[in-house]
């Protein structure tokens, strides 16, 4: 042992280094794990951090998240978390009034299943703003809702683009439709490096230090709000478009070296494939009950394929988008094209979400060595499910939902929350992976039961699954002497619990620098 002082040594409780392996104590110095056990113990330590019987583990990872967007639903218009239309346009009125020189009106997260079908009016919002732009992001993030104003400044009232929903006019669906208005938001109406701050202490209150922003747009001030936040490893996926690809291409190459830093990198390109079930989006390989059709992908298949090896020739790691069993198989075909026409690395793509798998499917995941990212926070028969996803599914369809613990058995697995769409605390995700169930403990004996995993496997999904994914699995995601003192303390062992939802985080700590708590 090199030196016998650390900075600080934990005691007291358990210390969880990764599955199967435990330890009564752990030591930091320089930011790292230098002692475990007795060997900790037997330093000096000008810090003593008494875990109070507590749980001391690795520090949860997110792997599909849009932390700055989670930041921003604070600021204009709050629309998250109403329970009617009403309620969202009258918020929408009050902020208008509040702020009567704003030159648009904007908000996120507001329930798509206020409206039948998801389908909301323009003319609902012009009841409140007649005279100014109102856009509003739907909680999927997968659809906006504008008032005749934004519709008319954006030409969406005439156009023929795809997702433009016609009668009545007011919801655009997928990114084709959504661009049209969100491209027209004046820079500047918001504050990014704020929303980028309420972000990172978010994260470090549900015990995380690194997440996967799994969709940021070149030009956004996404990167740079993150540059100035001392309190979160952030890895920032571009988003490719389907028509700019080509240009993109040499833009994210000089945003890649740009952007790079010790708590932020660019290495990663996020491709959309399909959309959301609850819009009939995503895409599937047969119908939408009552022939509703297969649904849209993002982009041409050839197209995607295309760009997909074009990106990964430039040493990228793909992050695509796949919520249907179409999409899933679209985006595998994307992946085993860029491997076939480039020579051999350690590519490590990531297909996330993956809310329904052909099992014909399954064995290109380790063939292709994907790394599977669910968010099992999804993996819950609440209302979104039932108004929405199960009628246009059919039952059949609709049990084969999320399949955790399979995907789990053929493929390497990391988790994410997708946050701002769905909570943050990945003691939640953990919890309903269990359980499948919703906090409040529905249905009785779970959802899709079979799907169920145990808490260490859900547990290594945000620790040892998304350290893999950040290629960071030499300085994180489990305990040992030399990894980084990237740590979370529980108030209790999560896998001697009923609720693991209900467990308390106490502290984090970033590279052994104490973040919350």
Not at 114 to 130: E, S, T
Not at 168 to 195: K, N, Q, S
Not at 277 to 283: C, F, L, P, V
């Amino acid at each position: 042992m090199i030196g016998s002082t650390a900075e600080a040594v934990f005691s007291g409780g358990v210390v969880w280094a990764g599955r199967g392996r435990r330890s009564d104590a752990l030591a930091v110095r320089g930011g790292r794990v230098c002692a475990l056990g007795a060997e900790a113990l037997a330093l000096r330590a000008d810090t003593l951090v008494d875990l109070a019987g507590g749980f001391l583990m690795p520090a949860f990872g997110d792997g599909h998240a849009h932390p700055v967007f989670g930041g921003l639903q604070r600021q204009g218009a709050r629309v998250s978390g109403l329970s009617s239309v009403a309620e969202v346009v009258e918020a929408v009125r009050a902020h208008a009034e509040a702020d009567p020189g704003a030159p648009w009106i904007v908000g996120a997260g507001y329930d798509p299943t206020l409206a039948p079908d998801g389908v909301f009016d323009a003319r609902w919002l012009d009841a409140a703003v007649p005279d100014r732009p109102v856009v509003l992001r739907a909680g999927d993030y997968h659809a906006v809702w504008c008032n005749t104003v934004a519709l008319e400044l954006a030409g969406a009232s005439g156009s023929d683009v795809p997702g433009v929903v016609r009668e009545p006019m007011g919801t655009l669906r997928e990114w084709a439709a959504c661009d049209l208005v969100l491209r027209l938001v004046p820079a500047g109406l918001l504050d990014l490096p704020a929303a980028a701050r309420h972000a990172a202490a978010v994260y470090a209150a549900c015990g995380v230090t690194w997440v996967q922003d799994a969709w940021v747009d070149l030009g956004s001030g996404i990167a740079d709000a993150y540059r100035a936040t001392a309190d979160l490893r952030v890895a920032l996926a571009l988003r490719a478009d389907p028509e700019q690809w080509r240009e993109q291409r040499p833009l994210f190459g000089a945003e890649r070296r740009r952007v790079a830093s010790e708590l932020v990198s660019a290495h990663t390109v996020k491709f959309f494939t399909d959309g959301v079930i609850e819009t009939r989006t995503a895409a599937l390989l047969e119908p939408y009950a009552h022939s509703c059709g297969h649904g849209t992908p993002v982009w041409p298949r050839e197209e995607l394929l295309a760009a997909a090896a074009a990106f990964d020739a430039d040493g990228f790691q793909l992050h695509l988008h796949a919520i249907g069993d179409g999409g899933v198989r679209l985006a595998l075909d994307a992946v085993e094209h860029a491997a076939s026409v480039n020579p051999p690395r350690d590519r490590r793509p990531v297909i996330t979400h993956l809310q329904l798998v052909h099992p014909d499917d399954l064995p290109r995941f380790a063939a292709l060595g994907v790394i599977a990212n669910m968010q099992p926070y999804w993996a819950q028969l609440d209302p979104a499910q039932t108004e929405l996803t199960i009628p246009k599914l059919g039952a059949a369809r609709a049990a084969a939902q999320y399949p955790i613990r399979t995907v789990a058995g053929a493929a390497r697995l990391s988790f994410g929350s997708d946050w701002p769409v769905d909570s943050p605390r990945p003691l939640e995700g953990v919890h309903v992976a269990v359980t499948r169930q919703t906090l409040a403990g529905v249905p009785e004996g779970g959802w899709v039961p079979r799907e169920r995993i145990d808490v260490e496997t859900a547990l290594a999904a945000y620790t040892e699954g998304t350290a893999y994914q950040a290629f960071a699995e030499r300085d994180r995601g489990t305990l040992a002497v030399g990894k980084q003192a990237d740590l979370v303390w529980l108030a209790r062992d999560p896998t001697a619990v009923e609720r693991p939802a209900d467990v308390a985080v106490l502290g984090t700590w970033l590279g052994g620098r104490r973040t919350f708590g």
